[in-house]
């Protein structure tokens, strides 16, 4: 065997890694044809029914709380978009109490790399992506809608606050994950700030009251990727600040990634 | 070369009597009580060695195996595998190792089994000549040929235990753990599986740690036995103590109940 061959040549990167198990996942998936379909069908008309609650509603009221139709169709749409997004990427950490009670983490933990990686990659899931092609629909619907002037920057924050929104939802994701490690099932409590979230963030979070914009904005960051960009793209704040605000959420990822590693630390100790 | 000194590990489990009431009041407080999985165990493997680890069930064993693994950490005591210790470097050291749990698969469930090779090519970062030379010697000794472009779910069990023994081995790991291997095998494969390893052993030099209830595996492989039961090591020493005085299986359940365990 040639072990200093193999000692000094470099690691296969993690994106390639990534990507290689997010094709064979595919490769999986591909197998089973018609429900893939079926689940990606499912996926494109559950949400669906937000959207007609959203359209009725404002055939009776043209505003709520100052914020118009488009407006909350915009701010809809963004968050099904960052939901459905990390859905998709982070479903391992969604679905963690069962790779955890089937003993999965414990191949996890005997192969050379790390545990996230392989836990969203073996798990990537892209029937979610259905969801986020209704909601790119009807962000285009709104847009045609809405008089907003768009510019370079406008186009950049709504790229940063989907992106960094999705990293939201996976750290609330993760903090689910984590906690499968003390008490082995997942925590319906979660769900509050994932689907929760999703619903609740149809709306422009100011709406709800000063205590839950507080609350979304320094507890679990919402407000940074809906509320504040929401804000700089209608037009309603011209201050650039908030154009770049959702950036800052991603210093959520911090604690859940905190947590995650002393999950990790407990379960090595424990076992499962 | 495996050193293990003193190791100890301990569980808190949860005790409870039958009924639902009880299961209430567990609910609310619950009576643990520890139990000694590892009692100061210490034992040392070289290089080369065939190890087949035995003892009942729920005597340590797959603690053992999930410390020098890199899964758990122990309570306390010391543990050196080729200079490394499993659970404070875990991914430096899983390279290196390669794990078979007979009743958990490690390969892909519906593709060919080849596109899961291939993924493990990217996790353990296996040169492109090692792979493919290593990919076909183990196509050739375990005769995987067609199977490969099966996908897992439609291999018998048998098939699918070659498959695994081949995906834990194409990283070329110095030391091979397999938890009960020829579990649920038929006759020809369980020889199969068996053969392959002791060739494994002798050609390519790898540390093999077998534990298993089967002690015709045990007889076939192993050179060297250890006898686990109640978290103690009770016997460690060659195979011929135990084997040669008629039905194998008789004389380890005598020697079971002569440690009453």
Known sequence: ?????????????????YFHYISVKIRCMM?????????????????????????????????????????????YSIVVMEFSLAECVARGFDSFS??????T??????????????????????????????????????ISRSGTDWDF??????????????????????????????????????????DGAREYGQYPIDVYGKRMTRFCTFVIPYTLVQLYPLQFITGRSDNILFAFLPVAALLFLLPCYALWRFGVRKYKSAGS | MIVVKNIRKTYRVTKRNAGFSEAVKSFFKRDYETVTALDNISFSINDGETVGYIGPNGAG?????????????????????DGRIPWKNRIGHVARIGVVFGQRSQIWWDVPVVDSFELLKDIYS?????????????????????????????????????????????????????????IGLDAVSKI???????????????????????????????KRVILIGKGKILLDGDISEISGKGDIDRTVAELYRSYEI
């Open chain 1, 1 to 17: 065997m040639n072990k200093e061959k193999q000692n000094c040549q470099h690691k296969t990167s993690a994106v390639k890694l």
């Open chain 1, 31 to 75: 197998q089973y044809k018609k429900s893939f379909i079926l689940t990606s069908l499912g996926q494109f008309l559950s949400s669906f029914n937000a959207f007609v609650g959203i359209f009725f509603l404002f055939r009776r009221f043209h505003s709520i709380a100052g914020y118009t139709y488009s407006d909350v169709l915009f701010c």
């Open chain 1, 98 to 103: 069962r790779i955890v009670r089937q003993g």
């Open chain 1, 105 to 142: 983490f414990d191949r996890i933990m005997t192969r050379p790399r790390n545990e996230i990686l392989q836990v969203l990659g073996d798990n990537f899931e892209p029937t979610r992506l259905s969801k986020m092609l209704q909601a790119i629909v009807i962000f285009g619907y709104g």
């Open chain 1, 153 to 194: 920057i406008k186009v950049i924050t709504v790229i940063l606050t989907v992106i960094c929104g999705t990293a939201v939802f996976c750290g609330i994701f993760l903090i689910n994950a984590s906690l499968c490690f003390f008490t082995m099932e997942g925590l319906e409590v979660i769900n509050i700030f994932t």
């Open chain 2, 61 to 81: 064993k797959s603690t053992t195996i999930k410390i020098l693994s890199g899964i758990l950490t122990p309570d306390s005591g010391e543990c050196l595998v």
């Open chain 2, 126 to 182: 296996i040169p492109a000549d090692i792979y493919s030379r290593n990919k076909n010697e183990l196509t050739e000794l375990l005769d995987l040929g067609e199977i490969l472009r099966t996908p897992a779910r439609q291999l018998s069990l048998g098939q699918r235990m070659r498959c695994e023994l081949a995906a834990s081995l194409l990283h070329s790991p110095d030391i091979l753990f397999l938890d009960e291997p020829t």
């Open chain 2, 192 to 222: 199969a599986v068996r053969e392959f390893i002791v060739k494994l052993n002798r050609e390519r030099k790898t540390t093999i740690i077998l534990t298993t209830h089967d002690m015709q595996d045990i007889e076939a492989i192993t």
